[in-house]
């Protein structure tokens, strides 16, 4: 019997050598999760949504590890930046009497300051904490309940000052 190998122009080719056994375990893998289960507090980023107070927001080391107060300190520090977002989005009331240059210079400082919290709050998210993500949505509908009820009720104050019936 004749080992020879053609290929599809009917070359004659060389026989391969036959490979080697490959091991079918996979390769060892650092450990996943939060800092909680790494001995070293090495940063490891979940990439799933979990509950837990060990986690690493914005800064490495912040809020710490195992500080339930400095846990809930940043819950409450990212609900207030997620409610300035709020408040940041509608525009300045500004003077009539103030130059275009003026208006326009205030009107671009508030939206980087605005841009650059909503980024803030983004990237807090993305630490993937369930707390974090109530506290942002907390935040963003109190911000957005305080902007509708000023509104409406300056939109009330008008009407009634407008209304001519009314005593």
Do not use: C
Not at 24 to 32: D, G, N, R
Not at 147 to 163: F, G, I, M, Y
Request: glycine share 8%; no cysteine.
């Amino acid at each position: 019997m004749s080992h020879e190998v053609h290929d599809e122009g009917g070359m004659l080719m060389a026989p391969m050598p036959p490979m080697p056994p490959m091991p079918m375990t996979p390769p060892p893998t650092k450990p996943t999760g939060d800092l909680s289960n790494t001995s070293d507090y090495s940063m490891i980023m979940n990439n799933s949504l979990y509950w837990g107070k060990n986690v690493t927001i914005l800064f490495s080391g912040w809020p710490g590890h195992d500080h339930l107060g400095m846990y809930v300190l940043s819950l409450s520090f990212i609900f207030l930046l997620a409610v300035a977002v709020e408040i940041l989005s509608v525009g300045p009331t500004l003077k009539p009497t103030a130059t275009p240059l003026v208006s326009g210079v205030t009107q671009t400082g508030i939206y980087a300051l605005r841009t650059v919290l909503a980024y803030l709050v983004m990237l807090s998210v993305m630490s993937f904490n369930v707390g974090i993500l109530i506290a942002v949505v907390a935040g963003h509908a109190l911000g957005f309940f305080v902007l509708k009820v000023r509104a409406l009720n300056q939109l009330a104050s008008q009407a009634d000052s407008t209304d001519p019936l009314k005593v």
